[in-house]
T-cell receptor, first 116, second 111 residues
Framework: GAVVSQHPSWVICKSGTSVKIECRSL??????MFWYRQFPKQSLMLMAT?????????EQGVEKDKFLINHASLTLSTLTVTSAHPEDSSFYIC????????????FGPGTRLTVT | EDKVVQSPLSLVVHEGDTVTLNCSYE??????LLWYKQEKKAPTFLFML????IEKKSGRLSSILDKKELSSILNITATQTGDSAIYLC???????????FGKGTKLTVNP
């Protein structure tokens, strides 16, 4: 149990275009989902916390107008990178709590974004 | 500011060796400490340690939480090449569901 999927697993896009990444909890309902990005050889950096039916909470320094997060249902959150630039190239990972307030986060497999 | 520090940052050993990875933390209101293993993709959950569960073991992996020293260790005995990965330590500082991650320890096990 506690499987989280992400789609796509990798994507290449041109500068100026937008890319949407989906995060789904397959066998549980996730009231809270988290979006991270990870640069090569670095640790996870939390971008935002996403709660179903409400606006996401962004970490300091993360542009909410650039990284649009929608948590439309208890099993789906989406991250849209708008007007992507090469510096947005990164590994984006989502995670979800299986039980509200629970400690463990279950991670999706990640999405590799390359902006050319 | 909540902080998690892991050491060493990288480690190279031979198969069969035993390794100990360290994690220390400074957080506002500690709730739990988690260990993850990250290979080529996203992290996978290994252990969660709390005040009521300070020691966990699974096969060749074990972990201990020292609340007095604000630290934890992850032990791997009889290492195998498949143990090569980045091991991440994360702490739940309470107050929200966010985790604070350390930078990770990159373990390389050579045959």
């Amino acid at each position: 149990g506690a499987v989280v999927s992400q789609h796509p697993s990798w994507v290449i896009c041109k500068s100026g275009t937008s890319v949407k990444i989906e995060c789904r909890s397959l066998d549980f309902q996730a009231t809270t989902m988290f979006w991270y990005r990870q640069f090569p050889k670095q640790s996870l950096m939390l971008m935002a916390t996403s709660n179903e039916g409400s606006k996401a909470t962004y970490e300091q320094g993360v542009e909410k107008d650039k990284f649009l997060i929608n948590h439309a249902s208890l099993t789906l959150s989406t991250l849209t990178v708008t007007s992507a630039h090469p510096e947005d190239s990164s590994f984006y990972i989502c995670s979800a709590n299986r039980v509200a307030g629970a400690y463990e986060q279950y991670f999706g497999p990640g999405t590799r974004l390359t902006v050319t | 500011e909540d902080k998690v520090v892991q050491s060493p940052l990288s480690l190279v050993v031979h198969e069969g060796d035993t390794v100990t990875l360290n994690c220390s933390y400074e957080v506002t209101n500690f709730r739990s400490l988690l260990w993850y293993k990250q290979e080529k993709k996203a992290p996978t959950f290994l252990f969660m340690l709390t005040s009521s569960g300070i020691e966990k073991k699974s096969g060749r992996l074990s972990s201990i939480l020292d609340k007095k020293e604000l630290s934890s260790i992850l032990n791997i005995t009889a290492t195998q090449t498949g143990d090569s990965a980045i091991y991440l330590c994360a702490v739940d500082p309470g107050g929200s569901e966010k985790l604070v991650f350390g930078k990770g320890t990159k373990l390389t096990v050579n045959p």
